[in-house]
T-cell receptor
Framework: TQLLEQSPQFLSIQEGENLTVYCNSS?????LQWYRQEPGEGPVLLVT?????EVKKLKRLTFQFGDARKDSSLHITAAQPGDTGLYLC????????????FGEGTQLTVNP | KAGVTQTPRYLIKTRGQQVTLSCSPI?????VSWYQQTPGQGLQFLFE???????NKGNFPGRFSGRQFSNSRSEMNVSTLELGDSALYLC?????????????FGPGTRLLVL
């Protein structure tokens, strides 16, 4: 059973389109992190959200943390080919100690 | 500041062999965590070491082991390799004082078991 569920698993869009990726859990997140991973590399941290209802922006990326701290979303505006990669949500769930638990990931392809 | 480094980057082994992977954390980081990434299971936590002691362990068989040295460098060993051990093995380092700290990942070691 996946503790963190991401959707969609795959997303292929055209340059300039908007998209949203979701991350949900039945457990409460102590904090939630979003990573991006490119082929042959390790995940790179994009943002950490901590407070319920929090919204963070990173250029064209907007991250939201649900009020109950059980869900999060990543919205990309006007996607570019450079946004292509595997997007992962992760958390140190309150039930799992200090280790990171990852979602399955969303493989995003932005076509020029 | 140099990032997390992992060696080797690529490795090919045959079933039954054993393998040792190495991870050098960011200078000053005392926690090193190891993860296995496969297409079917995604990223799964193997174990965490802090100050030369295993502090946390995931749900992997005893064939997977690790250790940490006094300079915080860590090694991971897999004995009696199986085909299913083919994966990208990632290590991540952090200061280690709080579970909320950011973990910084290395580029990984891609292991292929034939």
């Amino acid at each position: 059973t996946q503790l963190l569920e991401q959707s969609p698993q795959f997303l292929s869009i055209q340059e300039g389109e908007n998209l949203t990726v979701y991350c949900n859990s039945s457990s409460v997140f102590s904090s939630l992190q979003w990573y991006r991973q490119e082929p042959g590399e390790g995940p790179v941290l994009l943002v950490t959200v901590v407070t319920g209802g929090e919204v963070k922006k990173l250029k064209r990326l907007t991250f939201q943390f649900g009020d109950a701290r059980k869900d999060s979303s990543l919205h990309i505006t006007a996607a570019q080919p450079g946004d292509t990669g595997l997007y992962l949500c992760a958390s140190t769930l309150e039930t799992s100690g200090s280790r990171l638990t990852f979602g399955e990931g969303t493989q995003l392809t932005v076509n020029p | 500041k140099a990032g997390v480094t992992q060696t080797p980057r690529y490795l090919i082994k045959t079933r039954g062999q054993q393998v040792t992977l190495s991870c050098s954390p960011i200078s000053g980081h005392r926690s090193v965590s190891w993860y296995q990434q496969t297409p079917g299971q995604g990223l799964q936590f193997l174990f965490e070491y802090f100050s030369e002691t295993q502090r946390n362990k995931g749900n992997f068989p005893g064939r997977f082991s690790g250790r940490q040295f006094s300079n915080s460098r860590s090694e991971m060993n897999v004995s009696t390799l199986e085909l299913g051990d083919s994966a990208l093995y990632l290590c991540a380092s952090s200061l280690g004082w709080s579970r909320e700290e950011t973990q910084y990942f290395g580029p990984g070691t891609r292991l292929l078991v034939l």
